[in-house]
Every structure is written in C-alpha cells, then in structure tokens.
C-alpha cells in the first residue's frame, strides 16, 4: 500500500440545535496516519480531540470535509459503514463501563464476532478466536478467563478484555480513547507496553486521544496538540516534546513533572468554549506570550489577535499553528 492509511482533510463537526450557538467542535483538521504508526492527540478538555476521534470511527457525521481510509471515502450509510468498523476498533478509558457486568469474558469478547457475523455461536471456531485474542492481550491461559465476569478481574485484566474484543475482529487500526486514564500507575505502564507489542506484532495503526503528555512520550511516534478544535502543533514525538513550538503545548509540557527545564505555566482565562471561537489564533486570549509581552516584542501581537491561524513548517515535517515560530521568538 502506498499513502497514508487513514487521511483527514479540511474535517469540520459541527453540533447546534436551532435557535442555539453553534459549536464547531472540529476546524479544518488535516492528519495522515502511516500503517503500523502510533499517533497520539492531545488537548484538554473541550479541545475537540474526541469529537475528532468519534468522526474517525464513523460515529459522528462531519459537516465538511473528507476521512479515507486506504484511499477510499468513508461511507455514509450505516450498512456501508459495517466492514469499515470492523476494520477500526474503539479501545475506551472505562472497560468497568464499556463491559456487560452480565456477559462472561467470554460472551463479552465474542460479541463483536457476532456482530459482524464472522462466526455464528454453534461454530467450534469461535473458541479458538476468542482464546487468540485473549492470549494476544495478555491473558493467559485464556480458558481459565471464559466463565469470569468483570466484577471477578481487576482494572488492568478488565482493559485486557476490552481490548481483545477488539483484537477478536482482527482490525488494522485501534483508536484508544484515553486507554489507561481509569487504571493505576502500576498498571498503566503495562498497557502501553501491549499497545506498542500489538502494534509490532500484528502491525496495527493506533490512534490514542489523551490529556496525558507523559503518556504520549512513552508510546508515540508522532503527538498531534488540538486546542479549540484545531491541530496547533504536529510533529514527531522528539520534535514537539524537546523543542515546543507553540505556547500552548509549552503550557501542558511545563506542568509535566519530569520536564523540570520548563518554568511551569498556569494557563488563566476561560477554557476552550466552541460556541465562542475567538477572532485571530483562537489560543491568544489564554496565551502566555501575550501576557508577557514577548508576541509585542516580536511586533506580531496584533496579528495573533486579528489574523486568520496560520500554519507554519517549522522544520522538516514538524508544523506548528502560531505566529512565533515565524519570528523565532521561543
């Protein structure tokens, strides 16, 4: 295959009944994800990074422009959207919520396979599919899980399942929604390390939408930073993390506990709010830079306040949506 496995162009998602503010929850969002890629977006609440992630999976319907995935249009009906789901598999951050307390292990993973039709429940071979994704996610040996319910398994075994309910399908890609945000510290590391050997392993793309910037470091190849429905920096994982080129991904690093080089930044002003989207970089009522004077040193501050966003190639395949990077102020 050549060309990116799953591309986003010009994505807009907007949601407003009538007589309310529209809020544009997604704004002209481009992103390519490579086949066997690790991609982590993240933003803070009210970014828009799940909204994005839901338009991915075809479970919103954007307002304008396009997803394909291996070079062809998502479909729009909800039958020509079946194989596509199959193919992309949701990972949720709550596997106590995203499980049937009444199902078994069992009954849990193999729902999907009956969904989809891929085996029916007098098949001998849904055993053996249900055993396969049990031992791919780590749990092993994966009869002695069959007859369990969630209540019986902890937080990390409960994620297992949930992701190999997605494995079962045999997807080519994994969007992860916050994955491990629900399990404690000494299990999250554990998690990751599967995504990653899934990743080598069976060679899955996965999309991973997180607060977290600890988290995407750890598994990332490339970090996507959204604010207020725009990507505002992009880059590899080395390239946005060591050299940030964007106030607002400064901000998020600096109260990072291991980034002790970054003065720690307490963003004030009100959150992200897509029904009030500012005029100019929609990140410039909050930015540091302006408070502190150095986007009026630079002589650009009007422009952050009144010109539309742009979208600046810092170096080789690292871009970053702000007016500073132009003027080499860091």
């Known amino acids: 295959m050549t060309g990116p496995l799953?591309?986003?162009?010009?994505?807009?998602?907007?949601?407003?009944?009538?007589?309310?503010?529209?809020?544009?929850?997604?704004?002209?969002?481009?992103?390519?994800?490579?086949a066997r890629e690790v991609v982590a977006v993240v933003g803070e609440s009210g970014s828009g990074k799940t909204t994005l992630a839901r338009t991915i999976l075809g479970l919103e319907r954007p307002t304008a422009g396009s997803i394909e995935f291996e070079g062809s249009p998502l479909p729009t009906s909800v039958r020509g959207l079946r194989p596509y789901r199959r193919r992309v598999q949701l990972v949720l951050q709550d596997p106590s919520g995203s499980l049937n307390p009444r199902q078994t292990v069992y009954e849990s993973v193999a729902e999907g396979l009956r969904i989809h039709r891929m085996v029916t429940k007098s098949d001998a071979p849904e055993n053996d599919q249900v055993a396969?994704?049990?031992?791919?996610?780590?749990?092993?040996?994966?009869?002695?899980?069959?007859?369990?319910?969630?209540?019986?398994?902890?937080?990390?075994?409960?994620?297992?399942?949930?992701?190999?309910?997605?494995?079962?399908?045999?997807?080519?890609?994994?969007?992860?929604?916050?994955?491990?945000?629900?399990?404690?510290?000494?299990?999250?590391?554990?998690?990751?390390?599967l995504l990653l050997r899934l990743r080598d392993e069976l060679g899955l793309t996965v999309l991973v939408i997180t607060h977290d910037l600890g988290l995407a470091w750890n598994i990332a190849d490339r970090i996507a930073v959204m604010y207020l429905g725009r990507l505002v920096e992009f880059g590899t994982a080395e390239q946005v993390l060591s050299e940030p080129r964007h106030p607002y991904t400064k901000a998020l690093l600096s109260v990072v506990p291991e980034m002790h080089e970054i003065e720690p930044m307490v963003l004030t002003g009100e959150p992200p709010d897509a029904t009030r989207i500012p005029a100019g970089c929609r990140f410039h009522p909050r930015c540091p830079a302006l408070k502190n004077g150095a986007a009026d040193v630079a002589g650009i501050s009007e422009a952050c306040r009144g010109k539309p966003l742009p979208v600046i190639h810092t170096t080789e395949g690292h871009v970053a949506a702000c007016w500073l990077p132009e003027a080499n102020v860091r």
């Open 132 to 193: 396969r994704a049990l031992t791919q996610a780590g749990l092993r040996p994966p009869e002695s899980f069959f007859l369990r319910y969630p209540h019986e398994l902890s937080g990390g075994q409960r994620q297992r399942v949930v992701i190999a309910g997605a494995l079962a399908l045999e997807p080519e890609m994994l969007v992860a929604d916050e994955p491990v945000s629900s399990l404690d510290a000494s299990i999250r590391g554990e998690i990751l390390a």
């Open 6 to 34: 799953l591309s986003v162009r010009d994505l807009v998602v907007e949601f407003g009944a009538r007589g309310k503010p529209i809020a544009r929850a997604v704004d002209g969002v481009d992103l390519d994800l490579d």
